[in-house]
């Protein structure tokens, strides 16, 4: 999708360029007026200070040979060759003395030291007389009251200071117009970053989440916001993955207590019963309504936890909390045929919510007495562990988990073919990868080192220690 034109002026990126080419406009012209009036100022500086340099050296004859040895400087100044001066002497009465006009060029002065612009005729070697524009100063001598002038032929300097100007007139709309041309350019080009996200965006919208904004490797903003949504949109699809995938296991794991369910319920309304049968059916109905709602509430409480609208972290003594956890489990594992081991250091602290860690510990544990074979051991750790963290491992000698399994073992309602003979709903390991993710942390898997047949698996929880 092309952007249209009046679309286009209406970006923000075109508003930008079109500030950017106004101050590189407006500095341009700002620094085109400054060389401009400091070429003028220089040209003229030097002029001055080489009138000055005329006057001290004829002022120098002037006091050292008087009116003779002025008018003699001033011819032998006007004999020498390459000299770009023109000079006047006349004495008190205004009649000549030396000079190259035939009189004084300008008005007499009216101060001792005034500077003049005046003009006058030359001759070319063609025979023709041309105007030609001067400058200079004039000086009267105060013993006798003459006076002289000391002139330069400021043509060049106008052509020059003109040649400046039409440089200026030329370059400045030029700059003008290539400022305008590379602002349209750039925001063109940023435009168009700007309108891949947008097509992105509407993709998605549209269904196509596998759909992914282009990712340039320049390494610059629309590069980083680009990276930013492809995550988001990584997100969103698993969400949406996640939440199609739990619909189907909500259908495919209640499917059969409600069946039960309503089996027993018919078989209650279809035949006589006795007071002690109706009591067992009740309670067998009772304890299948509590595992139906056990998980929805896990449902629910997952789903608070992904959307971070549940927990609110403390520093808290996890060692304190892996004792009384130590203490609960000891006599479900001695019931359940297994022994059980615990090794807790002490004074461990972490920045979490204390009954989301409980729950995902507990949540470890009942796993561990869940799949562990009468017979076995269930060992309970909390140790610290690398780069500043608390590991809180759980290892079992049970039938573990496959290498190949365990990255979809954490997902909701996944359970392995071999655990559907044991209650449960597919919820432990995502609560507790889920509470992992909230504080910051990590959920890591393994085998426990056990025979081929029941190599165990080591749950460790790894959360950052404060």
């Known amino acids: 999708m092309r952007l249209a034109l009046p679309t286009f ?55 050292t040979g008087g009116m003779e040895r002025l008018s003699q400087s001033v011819l032998e100044r006007m004999t020498r060759t390459g000299s770009t001066y023109f000079y006047y002497l006349e004495d008190s009465s205004g009649r000549k003395i030396a000079g190259h006009f035939g009189r004084m060029p300008t008005t007499p002065p009216t101060a001792d030291v005034q500077t003049v612009y005046f003009e006058f005729r030359q001759q070319e070697p063609d025979g023709t007389e041309i105007l030609r524009p001067a400058a200079g100063r004039i000086v009267r001598l105060r013993d006798n009251g003459g006076a002289l002038l000391v002139a330069f032929d400021t043509e060049q300097q106008t052509a ?16 003008l117009v290539l400022s305008l041309l590379g602002g349209i350019l750039i925001s063109r080009g940023a435009a168009r970053r700007a309108d891949e996200l947008a097509r992105t965006a509407e993709a998605v919208m549209g269904g196509e989440l596998g759909r992914r904004a282009p990712v340039r490797g320049s390494g610059d903003e629309f590069d980083r916001l680009a990276s930013r949504l492809n ?28 069946s039960r369910l309503r089996n ?4 209650a309304l279809s035949e006589p019963m006795s007071r002690e049968s109706a009591e067992a059916t009740l309670e067998e109905t009772v304890e299948e309504v509590d595992r139906v709602l056990g998980t929805f ?12 609208a549940e927990g609110e972290r403390v520093r808290m003594d996890v060692s304190e909390l892996g ?44 796993n561990a007495v869940k799949y562990t074979p009468e017979g076995g051991a269930i060992t309970f750790s909390i140790t610290r562990g690398p780069n500043g963290t608390v590991d809180m491992t759980v290892v079992d000698s049970g039938p ?28 432990g390991l995502a609560l507790v990868d889920s509470v992992a993710d909230m504080h910051g942390g990590e959920l890591l898997l393994s085998d426990a080192g056990g025979p081929p047949d029941m190599p165990g698996l080591k749950a460790t929880l790894r959360l950052p220690r404060v």
Not at 167 to 175: D, K, L, Q, S
Not at 297 to 308: F, M
Not at 402 to 425: K, L, Y
């Open 9 to 63: 002026l209406k970006t923000t990126t075109f508003k930008l360029a079109l500030i950017y080419s106004a101050m590189f406009a407006a500095f341009s012209a700002a620094l085109l007026v400054y060389l401009y009036y400091s070429t003028v100022y220089y040209i003229r500086a030097e002029s001055e200070r080489r009138l000055d340099l005329e006057f001290e050296q004829l002022g120098n004859a002037y006091f």
């Open 160 to 175: 020059i200071v003109g040649r400046i100007q039409r440089a200026i007139f030329i370059a400045a709309p030029i700059g």
């Open 231 to 258: 995550a988001m949109l990584d997100q969103i699809e698993k969400l949406v993955d996640s939440t199609r995938h739990t619909g189907n296991a909500i259908a495919h794991d209640l499917r059969s207590p409600l």
């Open 264 to 267: 027993r319920l018919e078989i």
């Open 297 to 308: 509430n896990a449902i629910l409480r997952l789903a608070r936890l992904e959307a971070g």
């Open 323 to 366: 004792e009384e956890l130590a203490e609960l489990f000891d006599p479900a594992c001695e019931e359940a045929g297994l022994s059980f081991k615990s090794q807790i250091s002490r004074n461990l602290t972490i920045l979490a919510d204390r009954d989301l860690v409980g729950q995902a510990l507990s949540n470890l544990l009942d």
């Open 400 to 427: 573990g988990v496959p290498e190949e399994a365990r990255e979809r073992v954490v997902q909701r309602f996944q359970r392995m073919d071999s655990a559907r003979t044991h209650p449960g709903s597919g919820l």
